[in-house]
């Protein structure tokens, strides 16, 4: 199934920028749409935040970050990056990265279940 590790993650001000990493091996990364997760101790399920399709050139975004949040991928470099920009302290959570094998250049995916690697996490806390 592969590997990913996140990383970038740290404690921000509200309005500071952020831009979390993510590294694969050991799959074929141009195959996989991948995609950005959180969770918070509050909530059961991880949060849609992020999709990119295989090709990087479709992106879906939730509409709590829309604006705010990039995503992008280098497929050279096997990473997929979340530019986090305009920060608030509700976006303090862990941060999980996930990758899907995907059968479309285009297609991007926003259901936990869609998705079949996930990262460990890494965590993002912004105070006000």
């Known amino acids: 199934q592969g590997q990913l590790v996140e990383s970038g993650g740290g404690l921000v001000q509200a309005g500071d920028s952020l831009r979390l990493s993510c590294a694969a091996s050991?799959?074929?990364?141009?195959?996989?749409?991948m995609g950005w997760f959180r969770q918070t101790p509050r909530r059961l399920e991880r949060e849609f935040v992020a999709a990119i399709s295989r090709s990087g050139h479709t992106q879906y975004y939730a509409d709590s970050v829309k604006g705010r949040f990039t995503i992008s991928r280098d497929n050279d470099k096997k990473t997929v990056f979340l530019q986090m920009n305009s920060l608030k302290p509700e976006d303090t959570a862990v941060y999980y990265c996930?990758?899907?094998?995907?059968?479309?250049?285009?297609?991007?995916?926003?259901?936990?279940?869609?998705?079949?690697?996930w990262g460990q996490g890494t965590q993002v806390s912004v105070s006000s």
């Open positions: 996930a990758a899907t094998h995907s059968g479309s250049e285009s297609a991007y995916y926003f259901r936990n279940f869609d998705y079949s690697a």
């Open positions: 050991g799959l074929a990364f141009l195959s996989y749409a």
